[in-house]
């Protein structure tokens, strides 16, 4: 018996070949916006959760450094690679410098587990993909909601802990992820009980109250309201919870099959999650079946005069944002005129235009955040840039249906949303090379 060595290699550049129809089978990985708020909900919970389908992206590696460095033991079953059990720690006194949590935008989630632990939290205002102003007044106002005091300079932000009432009101106006997320996790260190108006239904919400479900927590999801109420007693031992798979992976994946004309399923990955998608590619022609645990592209003939309208959206069933750059990319080889917005990421199309225009193509930006596509059009290969996550996954689909080869720097940035993309796609067939550093 032979032993397979995994060698990890640090990849910045990949290159990319035009493909022949991609097909086959591939599975995505778990869902790194997902996984960011399960690991903050578990180390907020102040119990030990068993959570596995733990992306190996770099943000969720960077979350898990961060989540032991405010106090909290991370361990990594031998014989689960893609698991993770968090556990209570012995906190020290001093409250963590965390210089890194600069770095990902869902660094906010670690307010409440911080607040657990040391009665305050301070951090570094996030980071993450440079796509545009990206507020936090929302999480203030859900702290302040809270009784929690909120101070903020240049550097960053203090949230320092009140004390909640027993039932929590907050109404949003706007249905901000992020801010959805902190009022559940808030009200998990509160140990109280929540009604959250106007809420994010998206299932990286959803999935933070079915975990929560499971150690014992009353939720409920409506498109008016979230409520949330403790267990009736206090539940002991270990909780497991499994993050959902990567839709917007999955969804990537789908565009680049769809881009080349070829066929192929992804599986692990919750079918409903895509169904925005699938209706999209469906009705320009590219037949997609949407199962309960995967979703299969089909070989299609795209239907001229079918255009896409593609609005990114935060309504209960809209097309989630992070699809909307791979299927730009898809759009630039579908026949007629396609129309994109995106005013949640409002520095997404300047990011990625320039990148895809490097391939020949022509886009017109309406606005800094609507653009309009004409296709099919011929793409030539060229040296682009991964200036973020979604710029980066929406190259490699571009590449693949381009003529000639394709050179993608900043392979980082893909990396931090996606633990290997690259590898994924050659398994369907891709010719992609990783040029090592
Ligand atoms: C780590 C993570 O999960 N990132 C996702 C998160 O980002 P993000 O945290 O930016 O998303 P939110 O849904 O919370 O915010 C939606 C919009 O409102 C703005 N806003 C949000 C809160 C606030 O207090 N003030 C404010 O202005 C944001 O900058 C963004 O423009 O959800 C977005 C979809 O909604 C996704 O595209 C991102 O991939
Ligand atoms: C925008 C994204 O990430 P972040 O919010 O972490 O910057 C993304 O996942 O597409």
């Not at 300079?153 to 959805?180: E, K, M, T, W």
């Amino acid at each position: 018996m032979s032993l397979e060595v995994t060698r990890v290699t640090s990849v910045g550049t990949v290159t990319v070949r035009p493909a022949r129809p991609l097909s086959g089978t591939v599975r995505a990985d778990g869902s790194k916006n997902a996984a960011l708020p399960l690991l903050a909900a578990a180390a907020s919970l102040r119990r030990g959760v068993h959570l596995s389908g733990v992306p190996a992206s770099t943000d969720v590696s960077r979350m898990l450094t961060l989540l032991e460095r405010c106090g909290y033991r991370v361990v990594h079953p031998v014989t689960e690679p893609a698991a993770v059990v968090v556990l209570p720690g012995a906190h020290s006194r001093e409250l963590p410098v965390l210089a890194d949590a600069a770095r990902i935008r869902a660094s906010y989630y670690l307010v409440p587990p911080l607040l657990s632990a040391f009665g305050k939290a301070s951090l570094p205002w996030p980071g993450g993909c440079q796509i545009g102003d990206r507020g936090m007044e929302q999480h203030f106002k859900v702290y302040e909601q809270f009784g929690d005091t909120v101070l903020f300079d240049d550097a960053g932000y203090q949230v320092i802990a009140g004390s909640s009432a027993s039932l929590v009101a907050v109404n949003l106006p706007f249905r901000s992820r992020g801010a959805s997320i902190a009022a559940i996790l808030r009200t998990v260190v509160g140990n109280c009980r929540l009604e959250l108006g106007n809420p994010n239904l998206s299932p990286e919400t959803t999935s933070v109250l079915a975990a929560l479900q499971a150690a014992g927590w009353q939720a409920h999801a409506s498109e008016d309201k979230i409520t949330l109420a403790p267990p009736p007693g206090a539940p002991a031992g270990t909780v497991s919870w499994t993050v959902p798979g990567d839709k917007v992976e999955a969804g990537t994946l789908a565009c680049a099959i769809a881009a080349t004309g070829g066929t192929g399923r992804i599986e692990g990955v919750n079918g409903s999650d895509l169904r925005a998608l699938a209706q999209l590619l469906d009705w320009t022609g590219i037949p997609v079946t949407v199962a309960a645990d995967a979703v299969t592209v089909h070989q299609g003939r795209p239907i001229s005069g079918r255009p896409l309208r593609a609005v990114a959206s935060l309504a209960p069933d809209g097309l989630d944002a992070d699809f909307e750059p791979a299927l730009i990319a898809l759009a630039l080889g579908l026949p007629g005129t396609h129309l994109f917005a995106d005013s949640i990421n409002p520095g997404r199309h300047g990011n990625l235009l320039p990148q895809l225009a490097q391939l020949g193509a022509r886009i017109d930006a309406l606005s800094p955040t609507q653009c309009r596509v004409t296709g099919p059009q011929w793409l030539t290969g060229a040296q682009v840039n991964a200036t973020d996550i979604r710029a980066g996954s929406a190259l490699l689909v571009a590449a693949l249906a381009a003529h000639g080869t394709t050179t993608v720097t900043g392979l980082d940035q893909l990396r931090r949303g996606h633990a290997n993309l690259p590898a994924k796609l050659r398994s369907l067939g891709a010719d992609i090379t990783e040029v090592p550093r």
